[in-house]
């Protein structure tokens, strides 16, 4: 099993930028790929970007691309969503989410979930 744990959600105004953290314990030998997904009121979860463990290769969402660069810190098992150029439409829930599958841009391929953090952009 693996847990994760998020941080790092609020209220920005738009143009402004947040930093998503999220910290990843248990069997971490496990993960192939940690991504962050959004969900927003009646929609469904969507991915934002992802990241494979051990190459660093990314993974981003067209809406996303050029503002929210993906890293991750091996030593420390925790993966970060910097979020640039915030706009009223990227407000939702956050989740932090780990795989042990090679395929990693889709929901359904992570078995691990974060409880969600929510971001808030103001017009």
């Known amino acids: 099993q693996v847990q994760l744990v998020e941080s790092g959600g609020g209220l920005v105004q738009s143009g402004g930028s947040l930093r998503l953290s999220c910290a990843a314990s248990?069997?971490?030998?496990?993960?192939?790929?940690m991504g962050w997904f959004r969900q927003a009121p009646g929609k469904e979860r969507d991915i934002v970007a992802a990241?494979?463990?051990?190459?660093?290769?990314?993974y981003y969402a067209d809406s996303v691309k050029g503002r929210f660069p993906i890293t991750r810190d091996n030593a420390k098992n925790t993966e970060y969503l910097q979020m640039n150029s915030l706009k009223p439409e990227d407000t939702a829930v956050y989740y932090c989410?780990?795989?042990?599958?090679?395929?990693?841009?889709?929901?359904?391929?992570?078995?691990?979930w974060g409880q969600g953090t929510q971001v808030t952009v103001s017009s």
């Open positions: 989410a780990a795989t042990p599958r090679s395929h990693h841009t889709t929901a359904r391929s992570y078995e691990y």
């Open positions: 248990g069997r971490t030998v496990s993960i192939y790929a």
């Open positions: 990241i494979t463990w051990s190459s660093g290769r990314t």
